[in-house]
């Protein structure tokens, strides 16, 4: 079975400055997918950004980018310019594809981290 | 094109009794996930359907169970409800034969159980 593991329960860092949350994971799977999602207190659940473990290259969303180690099996999320509305709990995700013709399978949640900006 | 909806967003209920919360997905989407999430703990697995099938599911007894319908809506029924089911819980939809699709989530419904 598959773990994820986000070792910050809290992180708080300055307006527009720049924060990295840490996610690891376990797995003997080759393919898979990773995402990190932002729940805001409206509870309401965002993706923020999704990486394809067979890419080599880092994704990026505007100010959202992250690192992702496969050998490590790290993948950290880098905000940079953070904004009030940044303040959320951010959760990373594991998915692996069930079989070729079948592609998804469930998310495995990290425990999240809790971050806020503070002005 | 609208999102993922659940409905109720709150209710409350008495030890006991018996709930079903409902959820459509986007369009066009045919797998449905269920999510539980109380309060200061993380989002647990606890429903996977696709079309119309149950393909998945976590670890929870046996008085949590769901169905999909012909149109990929999907309820989620909790019965003999206890306190500790008191949580937020999330459905969320993903396209159907797309590898690594993203899983979208709709608002939740909060279940309180007194």
């Known amino acids: 079975a598959q773990t994820v593991t986000q070792s910050q329960p809290e992180m708080s860092v300055q307006e527009a400055e720049t924060v990295t949350l840490s996610c690891t994971y376990d797995?003997?799977?080759?393919?898979?997918?990773l995402f990190w999602y932002k729940q805001p207190p409206s509870r309401q659940m965002i993706l923020v950004i999704r990486q394809e473990a067979y890419k080599q290259q880092n994704a990026t969303e505007n100010r959202f980018s992250v690192n992702f180690q496969k050998a490590a099996k790290s993948f950290s999320l880098k905000i940079s310019d953070s904004q009030l509305g940044d303040t959320a709990m951010y959760f990373c995700a594991f998915m692996k594809p069930s079989s070729p013709t079948f592609g998804n399978e469930k998310l495995t949640f990290g425990t999240g981290t809790r971050l806020t900006i503070i002005p | 094109e609208a999102g993922v909806t659940q409905s109720p967003t709150h209710l409350i209920k008495t030890r006991g009794q018996q709930v079903t919360l409902r959820c459509s997905p986007i369009?066009?989407?045919?797998?449905v996930y269920w999510y539980q999430q109380a309060l200061g703990l993380g989002l647990q697995f606890l429903l996977w359907?696709?079309?119309?099938?149950?393909?998945n599911r976590g670890n929870f007894p046996p008085r949590f169970s769901g169905r999909q319908f012909p149109n990929y809506s999907s309820e989620l029924n909790v019965n003999a409800l206890e306190l500790e089911d008191s949580a937020l819980y999330l459905c969320a939809s993903s396209s159907d034969r797309v590898p690594g699709n993203t899983i979208y989530f709709g608002e939740g419904s909060w279940l309180t159980v007194v």
């Open positions: 797995t003997s799977e080759n393919n898979y997918y």
């Open positions: 369009s066009g989407h045919t797998s």
């Open positions: 359907y696709d079309e119309g099938e149950e393909r």
